[in-house]
């Protein structure tokens, strides 16, 4: 057992040399991995982080009273993450939830569809009770989890087609803005979509760590690097929500809409739009339901009148022909001309009314003279200041234009109309150039033919009368937040580039057509209520009405434009209908010897008998 | 011979040192890695730190026995040694309880015992009593064929239990073998064979294959070139090829009569297979414990990798991440360096030993410990394929620690006697 000489002896330095060679070969392996790579940072980091995304209230919407008029209810969601929902159970998950479980495959398999990692919505908008019994049992189920959202909620019931409504994001929304991940909710009409970056917030993050199993094991640096979720900012509105309340009543059982609008500030006091609904309706699971059948209304109660149609103005027009010829220097207000029972020029006849057959300016008002209006147009397209009658006609509608017609005003809400006021090339087509003139379109003199208005261009024009020759771009929204003052969008006046003199006369028109003319019954006690009347011919049916006006005569605090449908002489709808708004918001009710109007047009069923 | 009582500065107190060090920091890991902060007493002999704990206090008992029974008793006893481990490995391919599709364990009440961990010191010391034997040299036929089956017969047994990890492990006896006269070329043609298995397995089309070989014909007609030129070299020459080539078909053979998961893991490897949810997975999961520990680690009790179970079997052979993790670069060289340190010791202790029968026993401990120690951490680094053996003393787990502190207390015994062999 002694040793012996060992000649292999030298070979423990080989060994040696193993030893060392793994050694080193580990030590360098281990700052590779430790000291020069970032990455496993990063991946350990991700592997036990989860961010839950904190929803932010969405902002309040107030009146111009500080009334609450929309305000939020937290509903939940199911969402499921596809990846993590492994291993589950799903007879007894579908039991809980009460669904089957081909309904179960179906929804997973669209959760997967958008996306393995993501979250997407499994169950919409449970009650409270039902989440409460849910999140109870959920623990059972990986990859499932309940998310809190806000519905909107209209206490008052009225004014949807301006506050509109929110929906869930569609795939487009998705993809033009990171903001929102699927299953959120934007706006998608109304104040709701064009608010829509002040009322969403900013969503907060809460981050989490996980194990393996996406178990919770509480906050990621103690909170130190989460984000609060920042609240949406509140918007305070021009509309005075029991006058919009009183306009939808008033225009119960009639296709039209009514804008009524502060011509000091341009804040919209009320729009209606007839048939309305109930935002409610629009709101949570029932919406699509709602949503279907108010679409295949005939009445179309989801189309926004007051914006989106856009008829003839009628007689209402008279008043820009006198602005216009005024400030051309062509008409005065001694100016007279002679009517026979209407306008004739070489066999062409635009009839009026029996009156007085010679009238000056105030009275042509008055009475909404058409041969008169008809005159004063040929007057400012004629202008022997111009080469011929297209440069006349270019200046009437340069005019016009600056008015705020034939173009978006540029309101505060999506999808408005810019009516219209036909173009020199659009004469030029039809006619050829150089063979039209005053007479070749001449309705356009009465607010017929080519020329298209929105409601809200009718109101806007009783606005800029009311100011003498300005108006503020009309708006929704007065304020945005709590503490700032005024919508900046809207504090430029519009000149609409008329010389504030030139309305004296036609503003004392407008006080005759309420005092003793077309529109007697919009008559006030106390307060002087200057309007005029119009109507739009219908080819299909009984004549549409219109009705704009301003009160009171000085100072004025509402300009409003009143359009029923198939409802004959602007006297007889539009005029009352507009009286008793003004009277409601400039006293706040309605006095007793005009009690039997008001019930005259609260019962007033104007819809073609055909189509009820 | 002087007679001499046993006295403790005999001992190596470097090893048993490092010895300590390794198995307190393990253990320190082990509580990391299963900790609970709602729950996490020291004593909590229900949770695998307790456990533990319990096997360290019971591997020093073991340790003390050793160092007070004679050691003579191993020399002389060790083939009685060895067959009563063998004929255990027999046992428990009859009677053993199969875990994980390994049938390696005797399960006693709710104590359960791998015998294969314990066959290494027997087979170290049957091996080192086979070739202190005078007239053994490893040189001739008759004695590399004994030694031969002294290693390979256990290593066929745990085979057999599915566990092919731990039959690997017996590798590493070559290292004794190659100390006591095996030609060094033993290492030169096994790392010329790995590196085809390699290259062979990388090139998957015949194409491949058959241009490496025109290459590799090229190599062997160029090296005739400085040969003699004579007829034995030439068959010697074509022999070598021919032996190539028959390797070179045989490893996607091999191969394929490997288990589903040892493929992958070789293919993983090799970057054959990009799989980071499957068997690539524990790797990867690895690699960023160890990646993200950076240079001093996230600290005692903060790694989130290992803590919230990313890591699998964190606690047994992957434990050496949650040192990466929490201990950095800094704790983790310190452990590569302690066991490169223990490992040097061991064979500077083994070459002052006087009987060849501790020295044989002495490199017997360094190749196992060798063996454990590269494979473990070199499949924790992800530069070797993943073969499930736990790294010595560190590991959770009773049986191996008690086999690794018998393995290693017997040589240090034997270490303490060699002052009164005179």
């Avoid at chain 1, 919505?121 to 849910?134: G, H, N």
């Avoid at chain 1, 009160?551 to 509402?558: E, L, M, Y």
């Avoid at chain 2, 198995?23 to 002999?45: C, E, K, Q, R, T």
């Amino acid at each position: 057992m002694i040793m012996r000489k060992d000649k292999y002896a030298n070979r423990k330095y080989t060994i040696y040399g193993f030893f060392i060679f793994v050694g080193i070969i580990f030590l360098i392996r281990l700052s590779i991995l430790q000291l020069f790579n970032n990455e496993y940072v990063f991946a350990a980091e991700n592997n036990t982080r989860k961010d839950i995304t904190i929803y932010p209230p969405r902002g309040l919407v107030f009146d111009r009273n500080n009334k609450l008029i929309v305000y939020n209810e937290a509903i939940f969601d199911l969402m499921i993450i596809p990846k993590e929902a492994k291993d589950i159970n799903i007879v007894n998950f579908c039991k809980l939830i009460g669904i089957d479980t081909l309904e179960y495959q179906r929804k997973y398999k669209k959760a997967k569809k958008y996306s393995r990692r993501k979250a997407s919505i499994f169950v919409k908008q449970l009650s409270k009770t039902q989440t409460a019994f849910l999140q109870e049992k959920l623990f059972q189920f990986p990859g499932f989890y309940v998310q809190a959202r806000t519905l909107r909620k209209y206490p008052y019931k009225n004014a949807a087609h301006l506050l509109g409504f929110i929906g869930e994001v569609n795939s487009k929304e998705l993809k033009n803005d990171t903001f929102y991940s699927s299953g959120d909710y934007i706006g998608k009409s109304g104040i709701e979509k064009s608010y829509e970056k002040y009322l969403r917030g900013e969503k907060g993050v809460e981050k989490l760590m996980v194990d393996v199993y996406n178990r919770e094991k509480g906050s990621f640096h103690n909170g130190k690097y989460d984000i609060p979720a920042k609240k949406g900012y509140n918007l305070h509105l021009g509309l005075d929500v029991d006058l919009q309340t009183y306009g939808e009543e008033l225009m119960r059982n009639k296709i039209g809409a009514i804008v009524a609008i502060e011509p000091s500030s341009g804040e919209i006091i009320s729009m209606v739009s007839a048939p309305s609904y109930d935002p409610n309706l629009l709101v949570g699971r029932i919406r699509s339901n709602n949503y279907d059948s108010l679409l295949k209304d005939k009445h179309k109660p989801l189309l926004t009148r007051a914006l989106n149609s856009s008829y003839p103005p009628g007689s209402t027009f008279k008043l820009v022909q006198a602005l216009i010829a005024q400030q051309e220097g062509v008409l005065y207000p001694s100016t007279t001309y002679t009517c026979h029972n209407g306008f004739n020029y070489k066999g062409l006849h635009v009839g009026c009314h029996s009156h007085t057959p010679t009238i000056n300016l105030e009275e042509a008002i008055k009475i909404s003279c058409n041969a008169y209006f008809c005159n004063v147009y040929r007057s400012i397209i004629n202008n022997h200041a111009y080469k011929n009658s297209e440069m006349g006609f270019r200046k009437w509608r340069d005019y016009t234009l600056k008015m705020g017609f034939g173009k978006k005003l540029g309101i505060d809400l999506p999808y408005e109309r810019g009516g219209n006021i036909p173009k020199v090339e659009y004469y030029d087509k039809y006619y050829g150039k150089g063979h039209w003139n005053a007479i070749t379109t001449i309705s356009l003199a009465i607010g017929q033919g080519e020329i298209l208005e929105t409601p809200l261009q009718m109101a806007n024009e009783a606005a800029f009368i009311a100011n003498r020759g300005y108006y503020y771009t009309p708006h929704i929204v007065a304020q945005i937040g709590d503490s700032a003052k005024n919508n900046p969008s809207f504090t430029k006046k519009n000149y609409v580039g008329i010389n504030s003199k030139y309305f004296d006369i036609v503003v004392n028109g407008m006080e005759k057509v309420v005092e003793n003319g077309t529109a007697k019954l919009a008559k006030i006690d106390s307060i002087a209520v200057c309007g005029k009347t119009g109507t739009a011919q219908n080819p299909h049916g009984e004549n549409h009405s219109v009705f704009i006006a301003f009160a009171p005569k000085d100072n004025p605090q509402i300009a409003i434009a009143v359009f029923v449908e198939n409802s004959g002489y602007g006297g007889t709808w539009a005029a009352p209908i507009a009286s008793l708004m003004i009277e409601k918001y400039l006293k706040g009710y309605i006095p007793k010897n005009r009690k039997w109007l008001e019930k005259r047009m609260l019962e007033g069923n104007l819809i073609p008998e055909d189509e009820r | 011979m002087r007679d001499r009582r046993l006295a403790w500065r005999d001992l190596d107190w470097v090893i048993i040192s490092i010895y300590l060090l390794l198995v307190f920091f393990g253990w320190l890991n082990i509580y990391s890695a299963v900790y609970n902060p709602s729950n996490h007493a020291i004593f909590d002999f229900s949770q695998r730190y307790g456990k533990q704990m319990i096997w360290i206090a019971a591997s020093i008992v073991i340790a003390l026995i050793i160092i007070i029974i004679a050691p003579k008793f191993f020399s002389q006893f060790s083939y009685a040694i060895y067959g009563f481990h063998i004929l255990s490995l027999i046992l428990v391919l009859l009677f053993g309880k199969e875990v994980a599709g390994s049938k390696s364990w005797f399960q006693i009440g709710s104590f359960a015992i791998q015998p294969a961990e314990f066959v290494k010191y027997a087979t170290s010391l049957a091996l080192a009593q086979y070739l202190s034997n005078l007239d053994v040299k490893v040189g001739n036929l008759k004695a590399t064929i004994i030694a031969g089956v002294i290693i390979i017969l256990p290593a066929f047994l745990i085979l057999l239990q599915n566990d092919t990890g731990s039959a690997l492990v017996y590798v590493s006896f070559i290292f004794v073998l190659y100390r006591r006269g095996l030609s060094g070329n033993i290492f030169v043609i096994g790392l010329i064979f790995a590196f085809l298995a390699v290259l062979t397995l990388l090139l998957q089309s015949l194409t491949y294959k058959l241009i490496l070989l025109g290459v590799i014909l090229l190599i062997i007609s160029l090296s005739y070139l400085f040969m003699k030129k004579n007829l034995s070299n030439v068959l010697k020459l074509f022999g070598i090829f021919a032996i190539i080539v028959a390797f070179v078909f045989s490893v996607d053979l091999g191969f394929s009569k490997l288990q589903p998961h040892q493929q992958v893991r070789i293919k993983v490897l090799l970057n054959l297979k990009q799989d980071l949810r499957g068997a690539g997975y524990n790797v990867y999961q690895s690699k960023i414990a160890i990646g993200s520990g950076s240079i001093s680690g996230k600290g005692f009790l903060n790694g989130t990798q290992t803590k919230f179970n990313f890591v699998p079997e964190q606690s047994t052979d992957f434990i050496f991440c949650t040192v990466g993790e929490e201990w950095g670069f800094i704790g983790s060289s310190l452990v590569v360096i302690l066991f490169v340190i223990l490992l040097i010791r061991i064979i500077y202790v083994a070459e002052r030993q006087r009987s060849i029968f501790s020295q044989i026993y002495g490199y017997g401990v360094a190749s196992v410990l060798f063996f454990h120690f590269t494979i473990n951490i070199g499949m924790v680094l992800g530069i070797l394929p993943v073969i499930g053996i736990p790294l010595p003393f560190f590991s959770y787990g009773g049986s191996s620690l008690w086999a690794f502190t018998i393995l290693l207390f017997i040589f240090i015994r034997q270490d303490a006697e060699r002052m009164k062999l005179l």
